[in-house]
């Protein structure tokens, strides 16, 4: 076998020379701002189409439409990758800042094309989309005009928006500044420490118990001191997007997130039932690893305390070797399309300060490539996440046959393709471990991903929806609401909890997220929805790449139940389809209690 040496710094230049002050992107962002302006102007005389004839004018439309978008994805895409290297690049903030006033324009002149379609009279519609023209957008443009049509007027609808600048975003807004401003006061090794919360919730994993004990009272006393600032917060979040939902005539709290998620009710009771019905096997989990940790029961502050270290190191180029050895085994598409991917300076992994924390993989429309970025610094861990933001690019990489107005998949399909590479890694990972420790460290980070997803997820989406119906007779006070999340956590970790963590409502931003809401649910369904192919991949072996991708191709013009029963013929509003992807999870808690077994 010949040693491949892999860059581990990207190569940006392909899109524009120069780094953030290049002339080139420069140039690109004016010409996309001028196209702005002008389809802007275009729209005003944008009208209601009445008959078979305003065809033209609607691919047209649609024309200028993917255009200004993909250019702006592109610059945006790029501008994101200069920020992300290097957190002291000025020039790329301001850019940033730019695109993101782009971006604003360019969704106002969706929301503009979106209200006409929706005011379209139904024959006429009907008859535009059997035309061969736009036949093939059927599903989006039918999106876009019946949310259209769940929505009020144009000019309420922009009131609403204008009104919520203020009134919304910015309560989401205050609660980041005060989160920000907080500070933890903590004695790490006999020296007195002040803390950000983001520094402090780090401390979760500590491996010393007392540090990890003493950073979550910490931070509880700073949640219980603001509690309740932060309780009108949410209150006052909750109580404009109820008042919306009510002008709407929307009874359902969940009615926009599963619309925007292109997914049914008994889709989401389906599969918060069938993990309801499963937890047996993580309460035990849980109870093995307090065990290991010297307690009887689990303490909230103990979830994320490591009960065994990795050790197993791997350099780039051997993470490299290694993904696409697995990856191979799976099919010959995905290896090559990442092996062309570390040939060609797609990722950035390069260990080395000023860089953001975090991965992702960001796709560049116009070039059709995509980037990878992360640090790697050789743990086991990092070539999951490796894995994982390649399953991403390979997400785009698939969907560039289609149309760009037929790639916009919904939060929950998202992390389909990710999940699914670092599954073929992690898994094979747990199956190549050469001790026992190495394999307890590798299956414990596994099932913890599970108890995310199938325990924190659950009470989040608990207290959210409880919260809400409570909200609509009134204020909710902090109190309630500490009661609200306490019971949430102990019905969703089936009972498994010594202490809690009633202030977590506090705590987490995704609450207080005023763009998406029910920022909780569509995490689980990616999760199980991933491994539910896995599964089907397993079983079926390396014929199953075609198949995988032609799923991937649809992500973004099906609802979830027609894709899963198209591609996997699989109905996902029983029960029966989650439990196919929950019983993997069972298996790697069974293999936890059996090697750990013997280590007792
Ligand atoms: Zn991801």
Same mark, same amino acid.
């Given at each position: ?39 802007? =102007? ?5 009208? !209601? ?37 290097? !957190? ?39 008859? +535009? ?57 903590? !004695? ?11 520094? *402090? ?12 004990? =003493?950073?979550?009272?910490? +931070? ?70 307090? *065990? ?27 993470? *490299? ?9 799976? /099919?010959?598409?995905?290896?090559? %399309?990442?092996?062309?991917? %570390? ?29 990878? %970025? ?24 698939? +969907? ?21 590479? =670092?599954?073929?890694?992690?898994? *094979? ?12 460290? +590798? ?70 997220? !005023? ?10 369904? /990616? ?13 079926? /072996? ?48 069974? =293999? ?7 280590? /007792?």
């Amino acid at each position: 076998m010949i040693e491949e040496n892999y860059s581990v710094v990207w190569d940006l230049d392909t899109f524009f020379v120069g780094g953030s002050n290049s002339t080139a992107l420069r140039k690109h962002l004016d010409e996309v701002k001028n196209k702005l302006v002008a389809f802007e =102007e275009e729209l005003k005389g944008f009208y !209601t189409p009445s008959s078979l004839q305003d065809v033209n004018k609607i691919v047209h439309t649609i024309d200028k439409l993917k255009d200004i978008a993909v250019n702006l994805s592109e610059a945006g895409a790029v501008i994101g990758c200069f920020q992300a290297q290097d !957190t002291t690049d000025k020039q790329a903030a301001l850019l940033e800042g730019e695109v993101g006033m782009l971006y604003a324009k360019l969704s106002s002149s969706m929301l503009t094309i979106q209200q006409k379609i929706g005011q379209t009279e139904e024959t006429v519609w009907q008859d +535009l989309l059997q035309t061969n023209e736009l036949s093939t957008f059927a599903f989006v443009l039918n999106e876009w005009r019946n949310e259209a049509k769940l929505m009020l007027s144009e000019k309420e609808e922009d009131m609403i928006t204008n009104l919520s600048v203020d009134g919304y975003h910015a309560w989401g807004q205050l609660y980041d500044m005060s989160v920000g401003d907080i500070r933890i006061k903590l !004695t790490l090794d006999g020296v007195e420490k002040v803390l950000s919360v983001g520094q *402090a919730n780090n401390l979760s994993s500590h491996e010393d118990a007392a540090i990890r004990k =003493e950073s979550f009272n910490a +931070l509880e006393t700073a949640w219980t001191e603001k509690e309740d600032f932060f309780a009108k917060t949410l209150n006052h979040i909750a109580g404009f997007r109820l008042a919306v939902y009510e002008k709407r005539g929307w009874d359902s709290v969940l009615q926009e997130p599963l619309q925007i998620n292109r997914m049914k009710q008994e889709t989401l009771d389906a599969m918060w039932g069938a993990i309801s019905k499963n937890k047996a096997p993580f309460v035990e989990y849980l109870q093995r690893k307090s *065990a290991m940790l010297g307690e009887k029961r689990m303490h909230w502050y103990d979830l994320d305390a490591p009960v065994s270290a990795s050790t197993e190191k791997m350099d780039f180029q051997q993470g *490299a070797a290694f993904i696409l050895k697995h990856f191979k085994e799976f /099919g010959p598409k995905l290896a090559a %399309f990442s092996r062309n991917a %570390f040939e060609k300076g797609w990722i950035e992994a390069e260990d080395r300060p000023n860089k953001r924390p975090g991965g992702f993989c960001t796709g560049m429309p116009v070039s059709e490539e995509s980037r990878i %970025f992360m640090t790697y610094s050789g743990s086991m861990s990092n070539v999951s996440t490796l894995a994982h933001e390649l399953g991403h690019a390979f997400h785009s990489y698939a +969907l560039r046959p289609v149309h760009w107005m037929n790639r916009q998949y919904a939060m929950g399909v998202a992390e389909t393709a990710s999940t699914f590479a =670092e599954m073929i890694v992690a898994d *094979a990972a747990v199956k190549e471990a050469k001790t026992d420790e190495e394999k307890i460290a +590798l299956l414990e980070d596994k099932i913890q991903r599970s108890v995310a997803f199938f325990m924190n997820i659950h009470a989040r989406y608990l207290f959210e929806t409880r919260f809400y119906e409570e909200r609509k007779k009134g204020m909710v006070s902090a109190t309630r609401l500490n009661d609200l999340m306490e019971a949430a956590q102990k019905e969703a970790y089936g009972d498994a909890l010594e202490t809690t963590h009633p202030h977590f409502w506090a705590s987490k931003l995704h609450f207080y997220i !005023t763009d998406v809401p029910f920022y909780n649910f569509p995490y689980t369904f /990616g999760y199980l929805f991933s491994l539910s192919i896995y599964a089907k991949a397993i079983t079926e /072996g390396s014929s199953f790449e075609e198949k995988y991708i032609s799923l991937l191709q649809d992500t973004a013009v099906m609802t979830v139940e027609d894709l899963a029963m198209k591609h996997l013929g699989e109905d996902i509003t029983k029960e029966g389809f989650w439990i196919k992807g929950i019983n993997l999870c069972i298996q790697d808690v069974n =293999e936890f209690i059996q090697f750990t077994n013997a280590k /007792g």
